[in-house]
C-alpha cells in the first residue's frame, strides 16, 4: 500500500492508521482472486495490522480438535502450514464462538508451547462458519508486541474472514465433488451390468463402463461415437427413433423398464433388459441406461412358447377324444 493508492479515495486520510488499515484489509480482499487465496489473505492481515504473524486454520480432526492451516505467514514471508491442537490455545475459546482478544500477556494466560516457540505477546482470532453455520475454522493474527486497538482488529479480521469463509467452504465443496464424483467413478466402472450415459437431449452417448465394451464388442471410443441406432437390431421398434421416444418418455413419466433386441459389433443379435433413468451428473441432466443380457432366457420362453404350441396343434388334431384333468380329478 502506498501512499498514491490512498489518494484514490478522498474519504481516506494517510496520516490516519485506522483508515489506512481497513482500506488495505479492503483492497487485499477486493484483489485476491489467486490460486493463492489464504496466502494473500494472511499477508494482507499482517500488513493491515501491522503484526507478525497471521494464519487461517481449518478443523483437520473433530474429535481431537487440530487445527490445520491453509496458510500462515511470518515477518511478510509465508512459512510451511502446520497442525496444533486446540486444548489449551486461546483459539479454543474462538473456535465456533466469538471473536477472540488478547492484546497483552497471552503466553500467562494460556501457556501453550506453541505462542512460547512464537514469542507472543498478543493475539487475536475471529472464527469462520459456512453458509449454514457450522464452525470450520478461524484465521488469528500473533504479534510479538501489544495489539493496541480492539475495534481495528476485529474490523480487519473480519473483513479478512469472510472472503477466507468462502474460499474454505468452497474448497470443502470441491472436496467433496470430488470425493463424490471417485466415488461414483470407481462404481460405474466396477458394475457387472453394461452402463451407459446419454445426452438428456440429444440421446447421444457419453460414457459407457468396461462391461459395456465387452459385451457389445467395440472399445470405449467407438461406443462414444456411435448412436442407439447401431447397436439395436433395427428391427421395428428396435430402431433410433423408438429408443429416442423412450427417452423422452423417461424424462417425462420417470423410469422405463423394457426388452431390447441389440446389435453387437461382429453382427450377433442379442436380448437386454434395459432400465433408464433421468438422473443429474455434474449438475447436468443425463440417461443413464442399465442393460443386462436376456438372450438364454428370451430363447428357453421361445423354446417353451413353440413346445406349447406343437402340443395343442397335436391335441387339436388327435382323432381321439383327449381329456385333461389335474391331480384331484378336475377337467
Given at each position: 500500500m502506498n501512499s498514491q493508492t490512498l489518494a484514490l479515495d478522498p474519504e481516506i486520510d494517510p496520516a490516519d492508521p485506522a483508515r489506512a488499515a481497513l482500506l488495505c484489509a479492503s483492497e487485499a480482499v477486493a484483489n485476491s482472486s489467486h490460486e493463492d487465496i489464504f496466502q494473500i489473505l494472511v499477508l494482507g492481515a499482517t500488513e493491515a495490522l501491522d503484526a507478525d504473524i497471521a494464519w487461517v486454520g481449518v478443523l483437520?480432526?473433530?474429535?481431537?480438535?487440530?487445527?490445520a492451516t491453509m496458510a500462515a505467514c511470518d515477518h511478510g514471508a509465508v512459512i510451511p502450514n502446520f497442525q496444533y491442537l486446540l486444548d489449551g490455545t486461546p483459539c479454543a475459546e474462538v473456535l465456533g464462538k466469538h471473536f477472540g482478544y488478547y492484546p497483552t500477556g497471552v503466553q500467562t494466560l494460556f501457556p501453550d508451547r506453541l505462542l512460547t516457540t512464537l514469542g507472543a505477546e498478543g493475539y487475536a482470532a475471529i472464527p469462520l462458519f459456512d453458509s449454514s453455520g457450522q464452525a470450520m475454522g478461524l484465521m488469528g493474527v500473533v504479534d510479538r508486541k501489544p495489539?493496541?486497538?480492539?475495534?481495528?482488529?476485529?474490523?480487519?479480521?473480519?473483513?479478512?474472514?469472510?472472503r477466507a469463509a468462502v474460499e474454505v467452504e468452497r474448497r470443502n465443496t470441491d472436496i467433496a465433488r470430488r470425493h463424490s464424483e471417485e466415488s461414483y467413478r470407481s462404481m460405474f466402472e466396477a458394475a457387472e451390468d453394461a452402463l451407459f450415459v446419454h445426452d438428456a437431449d440429444t440421446g447421444a452417448i457419453l460414457?459407457?463402463?468396461?462391461?459395456?465394451?465387452?459385451?457389445?464388442?467395440?472399445?470405449r471410443e467407438e461406443l462414444l461415437k456411435a448412436d442407439i441406432g447401431l447397436l439395436s437390431s433395427g428391427v421395428p421398434p428396435y430402431t433410433l427413433e423408438h429408443a429416442v421416444g423412450l427417452i423422452a418418455r423417461a424424462k417425462r413419466e420417470g423410469p422405463v423398464r423394457m426388452e431390447w433386441h441389440r446389435r453387437n459389433k461382429d453382427g450377433s443379435l442379442h436380448w437386454d433388459e434395459v432400465y433408464i433413468k433421468l438422473v443429474k451428473l455434474g449438475g447436468a441432466d443425463r440417461i443413464l441406461a442399465v442393460t443386462r443380457e436376456i438372450t438364454e432366457r428370451k430363447e428357453r420362453e421361445e423354446a417353451l412358447r413353440k413346445s406349447e404350441d406343437r402340443l395343442r396343434a397335436t391335441v387339436e388334431a388327435a382323432l381321439d377324444c383327449i381329456i385333461g384333468m389335474d391331480d384331484q380329478g378336475r377337467i
Open positions: 483437520a480432526d473433530t474429535q481431537a480438535e487440530c487445527i495489539l493496541p486497538d480492539r475495534g481495528l482488529t476485529e474490523a480487519v479480521l473480519r473483513i479478512f474472514s469472510v460414457d459407457v463402463n468396461p462391461k459395456a465394451c465387452a459385451v457389445y464388442g467395440y472399445s
